[in-house]
Each structure stands twice: as C-alpha cells, then as structure tokens.
C-alpha cells in the first residue's frame, strides 16, 4: 500500500505548513524515508529524508527551513515535514517515499501552494 500524505494547503510567502506521512509495512519502517516534491513541468526531486535510526539531511533549497522527522510505531512509519519561511518556489505536489526510490507506488501526494 503506498504512503499516505496530508496536510497541504495554501500559504503566504513566509508562512509555514506541516506535512503528514504515514506508511505501514516493513518495506517503509526499516527504510530511511524523504520527502520528494514535484512543480508543474519539473521532475520529482528530494527534499529532505531520514535515515532509519533518525539522522535528517536536506536539499540546499530547504535547509534551515524545513526539519524532518520520523516515528517508528510497530508496523507503520509517521513522516512529519515542518516547513517553515515558505516562499512561492516551495510550490509543488510533495511526496514521501523511501529514499532511494525504488520504483515502487508513489502515493496521491498533497499541494503545498505558496502564495506571493
């Protein structure tokens, strides 16, 4: 079953949103997962991602501005994405998977629009 992403929304230049991840099975919970954002006519790129035991990185483009992080329940793995300082450029569809990709599902996604 793929991920599950929530919490997208509208948001003015320098607001902030909260992303919600939750995929279930071990393929996703022993995984290091990211986040992936895609803008109309470009390719899908990561963002930020985070290891299994918990060490977040990021792309130059949200360091500083966004934090990952991750909860290990039994059988399922909760991704958050706080992103803060948003500006137009952030506007994208944003997914979370493992990382790396593996060629498997991608969920539904969900839009992050940052407004000028």
């Known amino acids: 079953v793929p991920p599950v992403e929530s919490g997208g929304g509208l948001a003015q230049t320098g607001g902030s949103l909260r992303l919600s991840c939750a995929a279930s099975?071990?393929?996703?919970?022993?995984?290091?997962m990211g986040w992936y954002r895609q803008a109309p006519g470009n390719q899908r790129d990561l963002v930020a991602w985070?290891?299994?035991?918990?060490?977040?990185?990021?792309s130059e483009s949200v360091k500083g501005r966004f934090t990952i992080s991750r909860d290990n329940a039994k059988n399922t793995v909760s991704l958050v994405l706080q992103m803060n300082d948003l500006t137009p450029e952030d506007t994208a569809v944003y997914y979370c998977?493992?990382?790396?990709?593996?060629?498997?599902?991608w969920g539904q996604g969900t839009q992050v629009t940052v407004s000028s």
């Open positions: 998977t493992t990382r790396p990709y593996w060629g498997h599902s």
């Open positions: 099975g071990p393929f996703f919970t022993l995984a290091n």
């Open positions: 985070v290891s299994n035991d918990g060490i977040p990185n990021y």
